[in-house]
């Protein structure tokens, strides 16, 4: 029996929650978002509470905007608004039925293009157009065109993101972060912003990656090397790295690895919650050598006392008051 295009949207959406989903079946998914949310309003969620209550409530709102008016005789088909087909008045609504199944936050920000943004707090998964995996760190956030078989381009607009990318000789894979461009044909690789610092990092895990600042290129990143690129001195330097500190993260692991004090900085913000107060005119920012490694359940005073011992020799000392981190 041949099934009309809105009757195989409801068995995929099906199949999907059941986890069922082939690529092919994952692609065409993507397109009938891409398609929905190009007519649809922004919609934002405060935070999986909201995606929970109102997932159920909203996945019924887009199985009935799936019927499309009858034209037969009988015409016992559910009419919408005159001149407006069902399901383009529930785009938004369909996004946030996939919202809910994926646990990623889609926003709409303009005609052709989707951002993906993980909750504070949250590690997220999910498998792009073309079959190559994203894991979005805490706090992240990228962005993909509708037209992602064609463009397979992300751009990084804050956080931490590891890609698996989709080998595809035809199609090279771009990684946009501020003003570095990444490329890969098919490889596993992190890019991470350390906002208070204006440092961006980029580490292979496997393949060869290419990064390049407008017409510049910075260098070829092989397995286990990494560039930090600075952007207030535009200068950039290749180093050696351990995988872990690409995507130890996405298990669990707590990673730095030659680490500058901004860097520290940001982390026990991120990750702890936790307001720092730093003599600026004393200490660097952009200088020190911090390594460590842990579980992510560390509490924060074994934290301090690790990054006390490591800072020693920069007469660095951590002290944690309330909820404030003073750095003398």
Same mark, same amino acid.
């Given at each position: 029996?041949?099934?009309?295009?809105?009757?195989?949207?409801?068995?995929?959406?099906?199949?999907?929650?059941?986890?069922?989903?082939?690529?092919?079946?994952?692609?065409?998914?993507?397109?009938?978002?891409?398609?929905?949310?190009?007519?649809?309003?922004?919609?934002?969620?405060?935070?999986?509470?909201?995606?929970?209550?109102?997932?159920?409530?909203?996945?019924?709102?887009?199985?009935?905007?799936? /019927? &499309?008016?009858? %034209? *037969?005789? @009988?015409? #016992?088909? +559910?009419?919408?608004?005159?001149? $407006?087909?069902?399901?383009?008045?529930?785009?938004?609504?369909?996004?946030?039925?996939?919202?809910?199944?994926?646990?990623?936050?889609?926003?709409?920000?303009?005609?052709?293009?989707?951002?993906?943004?993980?909750?504070?707090?949250?590690?997220?998964?999910?498998?792009?157009?073309?079959?190559?995996?994203?894991?979005?760190?805490?706090?992240?956030?990228?962005?993909?065109?509708?037209?992602?078989?064609?463009?397979?381009?992300?751009?990084?607009?804050?956080?931490?993101?590891?890609?698996?990318?989709?080998?595809?000789?035809?199609?090279?894979?771009?990684?946009?972060?501020?003003?570095?461009?990444? /490329? &890969?044909?098919? %490889? *596993?690789? @992190?890019? #991470?912003? +350390?906002?208070?610092?204006?440092? $961006?990092?980029?580490?292979?895990?496997?393949?060869?990656?290419?990064?390049?600042?407008?017409?510049?290129?910075?260098?070829?990143?092989?397995?286990?090397?990494?560039?930090?690129?600075?952007?207030?001195?535009?200068?950039?330097?290749?180093?050696?790295?351990?995988?872990?500190?690409?995507?130890?993260?996405?298990?669990?692991?707590?990673?730095?690895?030659?680490?500058?004090?901004?860097?520290?900085?940001?982390?026990?913000?991120?990750?702890?919650?936790?307001?720092?107060?730093?003599?600026?005119?004393?200490?660097?920012?952009?200088?020190?050598?911090?390594?460590?490694?842990?579980?992510?359940?560390?509490?924060?005073?074994?934290?301090?006392?690790?990054?006390?011992?490591?800072?020693?020799?920069?007469?660095?000392?951590?002290?944690?008051?309330?909820?404030?981190?003073?750095?003398?």
């Amino acid at each position: 029996m041949h099934l009309n295009r809105e009757e195989q949207i409801r068995q995929l959406l099906e199949k999907y929650e059941q986890q069922a989903c082939t690529q092919e079946e994952i692609r065409q998914l993507h397109e009938w978002l891409n398609e929905l949310a190009g007519a649809g309003n922004p919609l934002e969620f405060t935070g999986a509470k909201d995606k929970e209550a109102l997932k159920n409530k909203l996945k019924r709102a887009v199985f009935s905007s799936l /019927t &499309v008016p009858d %034209t *037969s005789v @009988s015409g #016992k088909g +559910i009419p919408g608004p005159k001149g $407006i087909r069902p399901w383009i008045r529930y785009a938004s609504m369909a996004a946030a039925v996939l919202l809910g199944v994926w646990g990623v936050t889609w926003l709409i920000k303009a005609p052709g293009g989707i951002t993906l943004a993980s909750d504070p707090g949250k590690i997220e998964k999910m498998i792009l157009p073309d079959g190559s995996t994203v894991w979005l760190n805490d706090n992240s956030e990228v962005v993909y065109h509708s037209d992602f078989a064609h463009r397979r381009s992300l751009e990084l607009k804050k956080g931490e993101v590891f890609l698996e990318v989709k080998k595809d000789p035809s199609h090279p894979f771009t990684l946009q972060t501020h003003e570095l461009t990444t /490329t &890969v044909l098919g %490889t *596993s690789f @992190s890019a #991470k912003i +350390i906002g208070s610092t204006g440092v $961006i990092k980029v580490s292979v895990v496997t393949g060869k990656v290419s990064v390049s600042r407008q017409k510049d290129t910075l260098g070829f990143l092989l397995p286990n090397q990494r560039i930090k690129y600075d952007k207030r001195s535009g200068q950039s330097g290749i180093d050696s790295v351990l995988s872990g500190e690409a995507n130890g993260w996405i298990g669990g692991d707590l990673f730095l690895q030659n680490a500058s004090l901004g860097e520290v900085i940001q982390w026990l913000q991120d990750h702890f919650k936790v307001k720092i107060n730093i003599d600026n005119n004393k200490h660097r920012i952009n200088a020190g050598e911090y390594y460590l490694q842990a579980k992510s359940d560390i509490p924060l005073p074994e934290v301090l006392k690790i990054l006390n011992l490591l800072g020693t020799k920069d007469h660095v000392k951590f002290e944690l008051q309330h909820q404030t981190i003073i750095i003398q």
